[in-house]
Nanobody, 120 residues
Framework: DVQLQASGGGLVQAGGSLRLSCAAS????????AAWFRQAPGKERDLVAC????????RYEDSVKGRVTISSDNAKNTVYLQMNNAKPGDTAVYYC?????????????WGKGTLVTVSS
């Protein structure tokens, strides 16, 4: 069956960098939309970034623009989220997902999530 496995979360100092990875099994990233969402305590699960793995078009949430890059390695069925200059407001559980478009309701598959904690 389809599984998305996220990794790379952990404790990061404010101003530091991290890279999250999400490896898919049971499907390919050749021509789909892969996304990263995050959910902080008391907050809704919101889009961080998404990528059309065919066209490489990307979309970013306003608070991470300029600090985050989403990319995909289609041959490895893996999507990455590179974050630089991490801020305490980035603390959340990060979920990778695959679907038709970038909205929560558009996602067909979800990973279990990986916790990112940014200390200050």
């Amino acid at each position: 069956d389809v599984q998305l496995q996220a990794s790379g979360g952990g404790l990061v100092q404010a101003g530091g960098s991290l890279r999250l990875s999400c490896a898919a099994s049971g499907l390919t990233f050749d021509d789909t939309v892969a996304a990263w969402f995050r959910q902080a305590p008391g907050k809704e699960r919101d889009l961080v970034a998404c990528i059309d793995t065919g066209t490489r078009n990307t979309r970013y949430e306003d608070s991470v623009k300029g600090r985050v890059t989403i990319s995909s390695d289609n041959a490895k069925n893996t999507v990455y989220l590179q974050m630089n200059n991490a801020k305490p407001g980035d603390t959340a559980v990060y979920y990778c997902a695959v679907g038709e478009y970038c909205g929560r309701e558009d996602m067909d598959y979800w990973g279990k999530g990986t916790l990112v904690t940014v200390s200050s």
